[in-house]
């Protein structure tokens, strides 16, 4: 069974940072593609960033600049380095990850979410 765990979130003043964690775990060979995705009540869920399997990454005009996606391949983690935080960034993160296992892949993987509340 390979699960996918989020951690970071908290509460931070607006142009404060924060740095969103997502690690995959169980039978895990690596992880392809993932995107992190945030939602408010009441709205629909909106990607923030993502990486494909080819090493592109995407960004909204919302965060460019300010949002970074990473990973760490030996970690199977993948990051989102929030800076610049501004209230309207408060919402639950959720990371979304293609993850390839020893005797299959997973497509659409998604965490439980953390919650990020950024205000004075």
């Known amino acids: 069974q390979v699960q996918l765990v989020e951690s970071g979130g908290g509460l931070v003043q607006p142009g404060g940072s924060l740095r969103l964690s997502c690690a995959a775990s169980?039978?895990?060979?690596?992880?392809?593609?993932a995107g992190w995705y945030r939602q408010v009540p009441g709205k629909e869920r909106e990607l923030v960033a993502v990486?494909?399997?080819?090493?592109?990454?995407t960004y909204p005009d919302s965060v460019k600049g300010r949002f970074t996606i990473s990973r760490d391949n030996a970690k199977n983690t993948v990051y989102l380095q929030m800076n610049s935080l501004k209230p309207e960034d408060t919402a639950m993160y959720y990371c979304?990850?293609?993850?390839?296992?020893?005797?299959?892949?997973?497509?659409?993987?998604w965490g439980q979410g953390t919650l990020v509340t950024v205000s004075s």
């Open positions: 990486f494909t399997k080819v090493g592109t990454t």
């Open positions: 979304n990850a293609d993850v390839v296992g020893p005797f299959r892949r997973y497509f659409g993987l």
């Open positions: 169980g039978a895990v060979v690596r992880i392809d593609a």
